[in-house]
């Protein structure tokens, strides 16, 4: 949000107060200053008057101009094609220096004598708005000839551009912005009526005979207003004003109306007359559309309140008459009736949805009022007596405030007569007092104030967050041992391990692209359950895994040079449902190992036993399964699922050859674990045995498609309680053995009670491959 310091002033009275000054406030009550800037107009540039303006004798395109500064009539040679007797213009004195680093000099030009130059917008450090020079108007101040430019404060303005959040769209708006200054510096807003003049409408005949309104079931607010059309052109204010805040729409009447849209925070919008037109009137129909969404209709559908408006439907130079529409569309319903919409067909958007889904100012008239000020003032158009007015009678939102709810959530009393008085200052109501508690009016134009939370918030910007004397923490601990201290040690333990590893912590929005999630075959949350208001369209949607921006991120130190990328987040992903849970990924991409002598300066690329060497550095020893997961990221011949203590924690895979290439990586692997299923807990001490321990190893032949994780399982649930441990060590084939294969496995074998005779050893051994004959058909080789 773009604010001028002379727009400003036209609502608050800041002449005493500095820019410094207001930037420090904004900041102190919530709103982040982007950028502050000045216009500097260079000295000895004036306000001149065009005497006279005759074709340079010696050149076609010059022409000689004799033009009044107020002290002394100059000779001034201009190119401009624009250039006219009678015109106010900014003239460059001799001696003046442009921003550009021009010199004014007197010269002589084809023959002729120039003392001074006719300047143009850009010349004089103004957004270039139009060819040619530069021409004055009484819209920036009363023209002195003689006076510098630089004294009039809508050209030689300040600009401030300030960081507003989604929920604050009541400061979308000059006069939100000022609010916010008035409560802030106790500075009353003006008098809305020294502001909005007395408008003179022009003719006597009224709205009802030229224009007509049909309305079934509409639930937005909205007001029309008929205006003659008669070769419009907006003043020199509203011209830079809008480059200033870099807005400027095709039609000078649009521009009008956004220019009162900016100013007071009232959506308008602007309609053809002919489009609506039937014999010698013309009548706008007002119903839902097919979506249920609030619709403006002639012949077709030519715009959606809050949403977007056809540009046939907006006014042409050659109609005789044009429409002023301000409207109104509670927020949240528009969000959620757009979000429907959009899932049943592609709607497109305008700069009317971006304010009305953030909430405009409710109060039409003063957009209307505000609106027919500027017509009155600068042009000779007519006004039409009278308005259609569709307004919808809404239940105000009233508060009931607790004191001591209010200072538990500040951290420092209140009493009921400050809070009184900085809600006040915030223009909203008092209803009703008590002891401790205050019931409060909230103003319309404050869509954000939903419950005691927000109270408090408006009270801790006011009050200022360095005003609140610091407390200390009270913890009255309980235990250490809780499941939030446990997954704490466990984050901390993942991150130590994994730095020293190698891999760096990234941390990203848990919001993504839904677009990339599908692209890369993930899956996304259901329509139902999507995201109403999104930050931005690249942020549209919860994540569902930590991969995209892992990719992203390693895409990103890929261009800049990295040779080898380690990376890993712990971090919140959302399923289908929106129920969430913990993941934990890792990436690596690139060299497996830095440049070094070893390695002659060639490392290798990393490699999947690599990959999975680290990953098991970090979470223990773990077996690897056939991956039944399927998306578009994972290879399909370099896939595993993560087998920890028989559970399933994860999946580990090379990344697909066709995202490879496509995303311009080198050999890139992923890890992706979920966090609560990967073993953790307190360490306890145990008794180790003191016996001797026995290795032995038992040959065993069994059919070649076992595999030796199904020989695991059996012996988990069927070993004797001495054998401590067991690991294969060797698998032999040979055709003689047609189709088996002789395995290997080797035992470790102890007792905690005493040391094992060889005759226990044995019946332990026998007892094994009983146990493996009987489930796999194992027989001792």
């Known amino acids: 949000m773009i604010v001028t310091r002379s727009w400003l002033q036209e609502w608050i009275d800041i002449s005493k107060i500095t820019s410094q000054d207001i930037i420090d406030k904004l900041n102190s009550i919530g709103f982040e200053i982007a950028e502050y ?58 001696g003046a220096i442009l921003p550009n680093g021009l010199k004014i000099e007197a010269t002589n030009i084809r023959g002729v004598d120039s003392y001074g130059m006719i300047c143009s917008f850009d010349e004089i ?8 020079i530069m021409i004055l108007d009484n819209s920036i101040g009363e023209l002195k000839l003689g006076k510098e430019i630089s004294e009039y404060k809508v050209l030689n303005d300040e600009i401030i551009d300030i960081e507003l959040t989604a929920n604050r769209g009541d400061c979308l708006s000059i006069l939100g912005i000022a609010r916010e200054l008035s409560a802030a510096f106790d500075i009353p807003i003006k008098n809305l009526k020294d502001i909005v003049f007395d408008k ?41 004003r809008l480059s200033f805040i870099k807005e400027e729409l095709k039609n000078e009447i649009e521009n009008l109306a956004f220019y009162t849209t900016y100013s007071v925070g009232t959506v308008m919008r602007i309609y053809s007359y002919e489009k609506f037109r039937k014999d010698e009137s013309a009548i706008i129909n007002l119903r839902k559309d097919e979506n249920l969404m609030d619709a403006v209709y002639a012949d077709e559908k030519l715009s959606i309140i809050g949403v977007n408006q056809k540009d046939e439907s907006k006014p042409k130079d ?36 971006y304010r009305s889904s953030r909430g405009s100012n409710p109060d039409l008239n003063i957009g209307i009022d505000y609106f027919c000020t500027l017509i009155g003032i600068y042009s000779d158009l007519d006004i039409f007596s009278g308005a259609h007015k569709i307004l919808q009678e809404k239940e105000p939102k009233n508060i009931k405030v607790n004191l001591e709810t209010i200072s538990n959530l500040i ?36 869509h954000d104030i939903e419950n005691e939370q927000d109270i408090a918030e408006e009270c801790i910007r006011f009050i200022g967050i360095d005003n609140i004397n610091s407390k200390p923490f009270r913890v009255e601990e309980k235990s250490r041992i809780n499941l939030s201290m446990i997954e704490y040690k466990k984050k ?35 329509d139902k359950l999507e995201l109403i208001n999104p ?35 712990i971090g919140t992903i959302f399923n289908e449902n929106r129920d969430e849970k913990i993941s934990f990924a890792l990436i690596f991409s690139g060299a497996k190992e830095e440049d070094s002598v070893l390695n002659h300066g060639k490392p290798k690329e990393i490699d999947f036993a690599t990959f999975v060497n680290k990953i098991s550095s970090i979470i223990g020893d773990f077996e690897l399964e056939d991956c039944g997961i399927k998306n578009s990221l994972l290879h399909p011949f370099c896939s595993a699922s993560i087998i920890k203590n028989g559970n399933k924690i994860g999946v580990v895979y090379k990344l ?103 005759e226990e050893i044995s019946k332990i051994l026998d007892q094994i491959l009983s146990i493996l004959d009987a489930k796999i058909g194992a027989k001792l080789r």
């Open 492 to 526: 901390k333990e993942l991150r130590i391990k994994a730095n020293a590893s190698g891999f760096y912590e990234t941390v990203s929005y848990i919001f993504t692209d839904k677009k990339k999630l599908k692209r890369y075959g993930l899956k996304t949350i259901k």
């Open 411 to 446: 951290g420092e009393e209140i009493t009921n007569s400050k809070l009184a008085t900085i809600l006040t200052k915030l223009e909203f109501d008092l209803i009703k007092s008590e002891d401790k508690s205050l019931v409060i009016k909230v103003p319309p134009f404050r």
């Open 656 to 758: 697909h050859n066709r995202f490879q290439k496509e995303l311009e990586l080198p050999a890139t692997f992923i890890c992706e674990l979920d966090f609560k299923k990967i073993p953790y807990g307190i360490k306890e001490a145990k008794e180790y045995s003191k016996y001797q321990s026995s290795l032995r190893d038992l040959s065993i032949l069994i059919d070649k498609d076992i595999k030796f994780d199904k020989i695991r399982k059996i012996l988990k649930d069927y070993l004797p309680k001495e054998v401590k441990r067991f690991y294969p060590v060797d698998i032999f084939k040979s055709s003689k053995l047609g189709d088996k294969v002789s395995l290997t496995i080797r035992f470790m074998i102890q007792s905690d009670d005493k040391t094992l005779s060889e």
């Open 125 to 132: 450090g103004l957004p270039k708005l139009e060819d040619g």
């Open 318 to 353: 050659i109609d005789k008459y044009f429409i002023a529409e301000a409207s109104f569309i509670d927020p949240q319903r528009l969000a959620k009736s757009y979000y429907q919409a959009s899932k049943k067909e592609k709607i497109d958007t305008d700069w009317v949805y």
């Open 37 to 94: 800037s000045t216009i500097n107009i260079p000295s000895k540039v004036v306000v001149g008057k065009v005497l006279d303006c005759k074709k340079h004798k010696n050149a076609n395109k010059l022409m000689v101009c004799q033009v009044d500064t107020g002290t002394e009539i100059k000779q001034i040679v201009c190119g401009a094609k624009n250039v006219a007797k009678d015109m106010f213009v900014p003239v460059a004195l001799v």
């Open 535 to 569: 930050i931005t369209k690249e942020l549209n949607t919860l994540r569902t895994s930590l991969v995209p921006s892992l990719l992203d991120q390693t895409i990103n130190n890929i261009k800049n040079g990295k040779k080898s990328v380690r990376l890993f987040e």
């Open 200 to 240: 003179a409408e022009k003719m006597q005949v009224g709205i009802g005979r030229l224009l007509h309104i049909k309305h079934k079931d509409i639930e937005a607010d909205l007001i029309y207003k008929l205006f003659s059309n008669k070769d419009y052109q907006n003043p020199l204010k509203v011209k830079i």
